[in-house]
């Protein structure tokens, strides 16, 4: 049986992204260019696919894998994130007690992600500025301000650690006065996600081979699978597809999830002079109370991030000139909170893809006997996505645990609705969102 469409590769990842081109340069792999077997095949090298491989290796060390990669690994939306690992987000609930149950199931699989993370960083000491100091979710616009009180009594109630933030102290914190309230949330990490990426793959079993620029394009199922690449192929007992946003395009879950571009923009390091301006703040992460806002953060080397788009494009990826487009709106986002630093200016800009489902509900699931699809985390990846590609081996394998049965019980995404009407809504709502939102972009 054919499940992925012979077409045309053409590359999604742009050579621009500000995270990739400020770590250190991650070690390159072969393509595929041969006939092999292998006891798994794990397709998509990102935080699920390398989890995924982790987890093989933990609990059959004597198991073959393979992992594929259709572009550079771990250089898909892994690195194009803002680098936050989330412990608990803002806008999934905590107005019923069902919705904050679910909130609070939600936190259990955040954490259990993130704890799996810190796990591998402190084992092979990967340098990719972890940083413990949480994230604040803020308002700029006083209506925003109830839905952070809600926000607020919400993690009271759950007993999460959390600070509110008032004007004058947010403004002396952050370094603009932009904001008028916060709340912030505890347990959350911050890092260059790239970084983090590189070490994983750096670090990876002996019985992992990993292939890069080896797309696989087409995928026959039966007690064998069987995976084509462009100058190759793996035979495999058993497969994981773990592509997220790319799941659609690859002719997987097309009527249930589906792809947004976000653009995102990161500055030159700021002079002595310019970090002395806005006050020589700490490291910071905001995230904003609208859902369109601009997510902003201020990283160890001093630099700013501002990410204040999302949008739906079919092609994925974007070129240079739409990509300028975008940094306009990026450099706008930053003049509004940082007027005095008028000779600062973007030094990379980039595209990169979430993976989203009407009910936020993402895709965990074995097909068959053999073969286990994991992906669609609702822009909050690299927390979910770690932990997905564990538990998604555990289910493989029959190992139980408490965070496996949560993600058996939950939802499946609901069905999209068809083409044209699912276009001609999902720009709509978009537009409308990006409206209510435009004082917090």
């Avoid at 616009?141 to 999460?160: V, W």
Wanted: charged share 20%; aromatic share 8%; hydrophobic share 35%.
């Amino acid at each position: 049986m054919k499940l992925i469409n012979q077409n045309t590769w053409q590359t999604i990842n742009d050579e621009t992204c500000g995270w990739v081109h400020t770590t250190s340069k991650a070690p390159s792999f072969p393509r595929l260019e041969q006939n092999i077997q292998a006891d798994w095949v794990i397709v998509g090298a990102g935080f699920t696919g390398l989890a995924a491989a982790y987890r093989i290796a933990e609990l059959n060390p004597t198991d073959s894998i393979v992992l594929l990669d259709a572009e550079q690994a771990g250089k898909g939306a892994s690195s194009r994130n803002s680098g936050y690992i989330v412990d608990i987000t803002l806008n999934d609930g905590g107005s019923t007690l069902a919705d904050e149950q679910t909130q609070l199931a939600k936190n259990r699989l955040n954490k259990a992600g993130l704890d799996l993370l810190r796990q591998r960083v402190e084992q092979y000491n990967i340098p990719c500025d972890w940083d413990e100091s949480g994230k604040f979710h803020c308002a700029a616009d006083n209506r925003n301000i109830p839905k952070l009180k809600n926000f607020e009594g919400f993690l009271h109630r759950a007993g999460l650690e959390h600070q509110v933030w008032t004007k004058e102290r947010l403004s002396e914190r952050l370094g603009t006065e932009f904001y008028q309230y916060a709340v912030q949330t505890k347990s959350g990490v911050l890092v260059n996600p790239a970084a983090l990426v590189n070490g994983l793959i750096e670090n990876l079993p002996d019985t992992v081979q990993l292939y890069e620029h080896s797309p696989v394009i087409e995928m026959s199922q039966g007690n064998t699978l069987y995976l084509k690449s462009i100058n190759g192929s793996v035979s495999a007992n058993r497969a994981i597809i773990a592509v997220n946003a790319l799941m659609p395009r690859n002719g997987f879950k097309t009527n249930r999830v589906f792809p947004l571009t976000l653009t995102g923009s990161l500055t030159r390091q700021l002079s002595e002079s310019e970090y002395a301006a806005i006050g020589s703040p700490r490291p910071w992460g905001v995230l904003s109370a609208s859902s369109m806002g601009a997510t902003v953060r201020l990283t160890n080397d001093r630099r700013i991030l501002v990410r204040n788009t999302v949008e739906w494009w079919p092609g994925l990826a974007m070129d240079q000139n739409a990509l300028a487009t975008r940094r306009e709106r990026n450099y706008s986002g930053l003049r509004k909170r940082f007027p005095g630093l008028t000779n600062l200016e973007f030094e990379y800009s980039w595209s990169g893809n979430v993976c989203i489902s009407r009910n936020s509900k993402p895709v965990f699931e074995q097909v068959n006997d053999n073969l286990f699809f994991a992906g669609c985390y609702n822009a909050g990846g690299i927390a979910m996505g770690s932990l997905f590609g564990k538990l998604i081996v555990d289910l493989a394998l029959g190992n139980e645990s408490d965070e496996l049965a949560q993600l058996l019980n939950q939802d499946k995404p609901n069905l999209l609705p068809p083409g044209p009407f699912f276009d001609i809504g999902l720009q709509t709502r978009l537009a409308f969102n990006r409206f209510r939102g435009r004082t917090e972009a």
